[in-house]
Every structure is written in C-alpha cells, then in structure tokens.
C-alpha cells in the first residue's frame, strides 16, 4: 500500500519563506520524475515543479520560477520545495506527485501516481 505524506507547510507573510517535504511508503520516488502541484479554493489543480529522476534539472511554472527551488534526497525518498519571496497568490494546499513537463506547463504523471493529504500554505497580505 503507497502513502504520501506532504508537510513544512504553515501561515507566513508576504516575502517570508517556507521548506515543504514530500515522503512516501510503497514507492520508490527514484523512479519517477516527481512533482510538486498546488490547488487553491475554486481553482484547478496547478503543476509548479517537476524534477527529472537524477535530480539535475526541474521544470518550473512561470508563476514560480525564481522563487522556488525543489530538490530530492534519493537517499531519504525525500522531494523538498524551497519557497521564497512567498505571495498571496500562493496560497493553496501542496502535494506531490509523479509529474511530466507538458509544453510549458507540469502534469500529473501516467505512472506511479499517489496523492497524499497535502499541505496547506498560507501567505498572508
């Protein structure tokens, strides 16, 4: 049975910072490209990051770029999302996920796709 569990997220305010971890049970995050997507009240799901297996490069949305970094620890099974320079427009629960860079923007992966509960981040004005 796969379980994945996001958490670091929290209440900040404009411009402050917060340090998301993404862990699992089950499944071997090597394997994949894994993700980080957010989903704010009335909005669609939204793909914010997606780093490819070996670690070396990671696919941003605009919104993002330059504010958040992700990473993963092979060694831990551990995805993390760096998020600076945070805005309200970043509010929304986080989740990780097996991913794929479609165009410009992140999606969902086709395998070893798990949810978790996710994370909520609030950033306030």
């Known amino acids: 049975q796969v379980q994945v569990a996001e958490s670091g997220g929290g209440l900040v305010q404009r411009g402050g910072s917060l340090r998301l971890s993404c862990t699992a049970s089950?499944?071997?995050?090597?394997?994949?490209?894994m993700g980080w997507f957010r989903q704010a009240p009335g909005n669609e799901r939204e793909g914010v990051s997606c780093?490819?297996?070996?670690?070396?490069?990671?696919h941003y949305a605009n919104s993002v770029k330059d504010r958040f970094t992700a990473s993963r620890d092979s060694a831990k099974n551990t995805l993390y999302l760096e998020m600076n320079d945070l805005k309200p427009e970043d509010t929304a629960i986080y989740y990780c996920?097996?991913?794929?860079?479609?165009?410009?923007?992140?999606?969902?992966?086709?395998?070893?796709?798990?949810w978790g509960q996710g994370t909520q981040v609030t950033v306030s004005s």
């Open positions: 089950g499944l071997n995050f090597d394997d994949y490209p």
């Open positions: 780093i490819n297996r070996s670690g070396d490069y990671t």
């Open positions: 996920a097996s991913c794929m860079a479609y165009g410009s923007s992140v999606r969902p992966g086709t395998r070893g796709l798990y």
